[in-house]
């Protein structure tokens, strides 16, 4: 059984930072795509940045490009996501997900294996 276990969120102000991490135990995760999802109240939960497993290649929406950063650990079988200049837009709930088929970076469907969800609340 896949576990995936979200970490670091919670109150900042504007343009500060935050660094969460999300730890996957379960299986082998050599051949998966980790990522970032957040969903603000009344709205759909969104792609933020993804990764592969062997770190090789990154995508990330245009909406955090140059503010927030993805990266992994494999020693520690750990994801994280820096995140700097936090804007209020920025509060939601964010998500961990692992997937192993699918080539859409950002498609929320071709994500088999979630997190419980960290919350991040950036006040101004």
């Known amino acids: 059984q896949v576990q995936l276990v979200e970490s670091g969120g919670g109150l900042v102000q504007a343009g500060g930072s935050l660094r969460l991490s999300c730890a996957a135990s379960?299986?082998?995760?050599?051949?998966?795509?980790m990522a970032w999802f957040r969903q603000a109240p009344g709205k759909e939960r969104e792609f933020v940045a993804a990764?592969?497993?062997?770190?090789?290649?990154?995508s990330t929406a245009d909406s955090v490009l140059g503010r927030f950063t993805i990266s992994i650990d494999n020693a520690k079988n750990t994801v994280y996501l820096q995140m700097n200049s936090l804007k209020p837009e920025d509060t939601a709930v964010y998500y961990c997900?692992?997937?192993?088929?699918?080539?859409?970076?950002?498609?929320?469907?071709?994500?088999?294996?979630w997190g419980q969800g960290t919350q991040v609340t950036v006040s101004s």
């Open positions: 997900a692992a997937k192993t088929t699918g080539r859409n970076y950002g498609s929320l469907l071709e994500y088999s294996d």
């Open positions: 379960g299986r082998r995760f050599s051949t998966a795509t």
């Open positions: 990764i592969t497993w062997r770190g090789d290649s990154t």
